[in-house]
T-cell receptor, first 117, second 115 residues
């Protein structure tokens, strides 16, 4: 299994809603990432987890709350989002964990297309 | 510090003609270089990666890239474009750091293939 699975594929939510995005991988990867991608732009890093601990938070607003319950699962909890948060949210994983590996690639999920009304 | 410059934001080619997507990089260390492709509303798929074992790297779907240290370039090529190659292409440089990858994306090149 060399896949990163993201659910749901599409999500429409109001500004008062609470929703969660889910990401799962079974490759034994110990680093997992959340990216946000606006149309016609490259992905922007939001969070990095390494060994289930938050390593990087790129000054993301608190209305986005990541969670890594175990080494295979990564969630992104959403609350009180704004219309400008509408984007494609990508999850990725890599093998790193403790011992960085050179030439290590990221495996990306197919993303959740989020629309905030 | 590392950076990636994709020299063209948009490239248009006719079906069956060669493709050239340009990428220049800078890195304080020996770079780890990748090309990813993204079709509309999809995730990123790895095309190929530079491993330092060979300067000419072959990837999926007939794509190749040549690492030229003297020019700090990693251009992506394909001899003959197919309609299914129409997509966004990202050149990426990464650096391992403390248990994860620091990833720097280029701005992307949109490839249009004309029938």
């Amino acid at each position: 299994d060399t896949e990163v699975t993201q659910t749901p594929k599409h999500l429409v939510m109001g500004m008062t809603n609470k929703k969660s995005l889910k990401c799962e991988q079974h490759m034994g990867h110990r680093a997992m990432y959340w990216y946000k991608q606006k149309a016609k732009k490259p992905p922007e890093l939001m969070f990095v987890y390494s060994y289930e601990k938050l390593s990087i938070n790129e000054s993301v607003p608190s209305r986005f709350s990541p969670e890594c319950p175990n080494s295979s699962l990564l969630n992104l909890h959403l609350h009180a989002l704004q219309p400008e948060d509408s984007a494609l949210y990508l999850c990725a994983s890599s093998q790193d964990g403790g011992r960085p590996l050179p030439n290590e690639k990221l495996f990306f999920g197919s993303g959740t297309q989020l629309s905030v009304l | 510090a590392q950076s990636v410059t994709q020299l063209d934001s948009h490239v248009s080619v006719s079906e069956g003609t060669p493709v050239l997507l340009r990428c220049n990089y800078s890195s304080s260390y020996s770079p780890s270089l990748f090309w990813y492709v993204q079709h509309p509303n999809k995730g990123l798929q790895l095309l190929l990666k530079y491993t330092s074992a060979a300067t000419l790297v072959k990837g999926i779907n007939g794509f190749e890239a040549e690492f030229k240290k003297s020019e700090t370039s990693f251009h992506l090529t394909k001899p003959s474009a197919h309609m299914s190659d129409a997509a966004e292409y990202f050149c990426v440089v990464t650096q391992s750091s403390g248990g994860y990858q620091k990833v720097t994306f280029g701005i992307g090149t949109k490839l249009q293939v004309i029938p």
